[in-house]
Protein backbone atom coordinates (compact mmCIF):
# COMPACT_ATOMS: atom_id res chain seq x y z
CA UNK A 1 0.00 0.00 0.00
CA UNK A 2 1.36 3.04 -0.58
CA UNK A 3 2.53 5.77 2.25
CA UNK A 4 -0.72 7.43 3.76
CA UNK A 5 -1.04 11.32 2.92
CA UNK A 6 -1.64 13.43 6.04
CA UNK A 7 -5.60 14.09 6.85
CA UNK A 8 -7.97 15.00 8.91
CA UNK A 9 -8.71 11.59 10.76
CA UNK A 10 -4.58 12.19 11.62
CA UNK A 11 -5.26 16.17 12.74
CA UNK A 12 -4.12 17.60 9.74
CA UNK A 13 -5.85 20.04 7.60
CA UNK A 14 -6.31 18.10 4.66
CA UNK A 15 -8.88 15.75 2.41
CA UNK A 16 -7.37 12.03 1.00
CA UNK A 17 -8.94 9.98 -1.13
CA UNK A 18 -7.94 7.08 -2.95
CA UNK A 19 -7.87 6.35 -6.80
CA UNK A 20 -7.42 2.61 -7.97
CA UNK A 21 -5.06 1.89 -10.93
CA UNK A 22 -6.96 -1.06 -12.29
CA UNK A 23 -10.22 0.71 -12.86
CA UNK A 24 -10.09 4.05 -12.66
CA UNK A 25 -12.90 3.57 -9.09
CA UNK A 26 -12.69 6.47 -6.54
CA UNK A 27 -12.97 5.63 -2.91
CA UNK A 28 -13.12 8.04 0.58
CA UNK A 29 -13.04 5.60 2.78
CA UNK A 30 -9.56 4.47 2.87
CA UNK A 31 -8.74 0.86 2.23
CA UNK A 32 -5.80 -1.53 1.60
CA UNK A 33 -8.18 -2.91 -1.51
CA UNK A 34 -10.49 -1.30 -4.33
CA UNK A 35 -14.07 -1.19 -3.74
CA UNK A 36 -15.29 -1.51 -7.20
CA UNK A 37 -12.79 -4.41 -8.60
CA UNK A 38 -10.59 -5.35 -5.79
CA UNK A 39 -7.29 -4.41 -6.62
CA UNK A 40 -5.14 -3.78 -4.22
CA UNK A 41 -3.13 -0.64 -3.20
CA UNK A 42 -5.34 2.15 -3.98
CA UNK A 43 -3.26 5.56 -4.53
CA UNK A 44 -3.89 8.17 -2.12
CA UNK A 45 -4.44 11.58 -2.96
CA UNK A 46 -4.75 15.13 -1.56
CA UNK A 47 -8.15 16.52 -2.30
CA UNK A 48 -8.96 19.78 -2.85
CA UNK A 49 -11.67 20.83 -0.68
CA UNK A 50 -14.11 21.51 -2.93
CA UNK A 51 -17.84 20.23 -3.55
CA UNK A 52 -21.39 20.31 -3.84
CA UNK A 53 -23.91 19.75 -0.89
CA UNK A 54 -25.71 16.30 -1.76
CA UNK A 55 -27.75 16.58 1.28
CA UNK A 56 -28.35 18.29 4.63
CA UNK A 57 -29.38 17.90 8.14
CA UNK A 58 -29.60 20.53 11.13
CA UNK A 59 -28.57 18.98 14.33
CA UNK A 60 -30.82 20.22 17.05
CA UNK A 61 -30.33 17.94 20.21
CA UNK A 62 -26.53 17.31 21.17
CA UNK A 63 -25.78 13.49 20.61
CA UNK A 64 -23.01 13.80 23.40
CA UNK A 65 -22.36 16.34 26.44
CA UNK A 66 -19.33 17.58 24.21
CA UNK A 67 -21.53 18.16 21.49
CA UNK A 68 -24.16 20.47 23.71
CA UNK A 69 -22.24 23.40 23.13
CA UNK A 70 -22.56 23.38 19.14
CA UNK A 71 -26.22 22.78 18.39
CA UNK A 72 -27.88 23.53 16.35
CA UNK A 73 -25.26 22.52 13.97
CA UNK A 74 -25.24 21.08 10.08
CA UNK A 75 -24.15 17.50 9.10
CA UNK A 76 -23.81 17.48 5.50
CA UNK A 77 -23.22 14.92 2.43
CA UNK A 78 -20.65 16.60 0.41
CA UNK A 79 -20.18 15.59 -3.49
CA UNK A 80 -16.17 16.51 -4.00
CA UNK A 81 -14.84 17.91 -6.77
CA UNK A 82 -13.09 14.40 -6.93
CA UNK A 83 -15.44 11.86 -7.61
CA UNK A 84 -16.02 11.11 -4.03
CA UNK A 85 -19.29 11.89 -1.64
CA UNK A 86 -18.13 12.30 2.22
CA UNK A 87 -20.04 13.63 5.40
CA UNK A 88 -19.05 16.64 7.02
CA UNK A 89 -19.77 19.39 9.12
CA UNK A 90 -21.24 22.58 7.42
CA UNK A 91 -22.89 26.07 7.86
CA UNK A 92 -26.45 26.00 8.78
CA UNK A 93 -28.00 27.95 6.19
CA UNK A 94 -26.06 25.82 3.47
CA UNK A 95 -28.75 23.94 0.82
CA UNK A 96 -28.87 21.35 -1.49
CA UNK A 97 -26.81 22.40 -4.29
CA UNK A 98 -24.28 24.99 -3.19
CA UNK A 99 -20.84 25.32 -3.99
CA UNK A 100 -18.55 24.23 -0.35
CA UNK A 101 -14.92 24.60 0.42
CA UNK A 102 -13.47 23.05 3.10
CA UNK A 103 -12.00 24.57 5.96
CA UNK A 104 -11.17 22.39 9.61
CA UNK A 105 -11.77 23.94 12.85
CA UNK A 106 -12.23 22.18 16.08
CA UNK A 107 -15.56 20.61 16.83
CA UNK A 108 -15.88 18.39 20.25
CA UNK A 109 -12.85 18.85 20.76
CA UNK A 110 -11.72 17.10 17.48
CA UNK A 111 -10.16 18.75 14.21
CA UNK A 112 -12.76 18.43 11.30
CA UNK A 113 -13.78 19.14 7.97
CA UNK A 114 -16.28 21.94 7.82
CA UNK A 115 -18.14 23.35 4.55
CA UNK A 116 -19.02 27.24 4.35
CA UNK A 117 -20.64 28.20 0.79
CA UNK A 118 -17.93 28.86 -2.03
CA UNK A 119 -17.51 32.69 -2.62
CA UNK A 120 -18.33 33.35 -6.42
Known sequence: MS???ADWTKGEQAITYQTCAA??????FHR???????????????????GR???TSLVC???????????PYNI??????EG??????????LAIGDEVTASFPTFAGKLVPFFSKRKK
Do not use: I
Open 3 to 5: ERL
Open 23 to 28: CSHVQY
Open 32 to 50: AFCAACGAPDPRDARASGK
Open 53 to 55: VYA
Open 61 to 71: RAATPETRAHV
Open 76 to 81: LLVDCA
Open 84 to 93: FRMMAHGETN
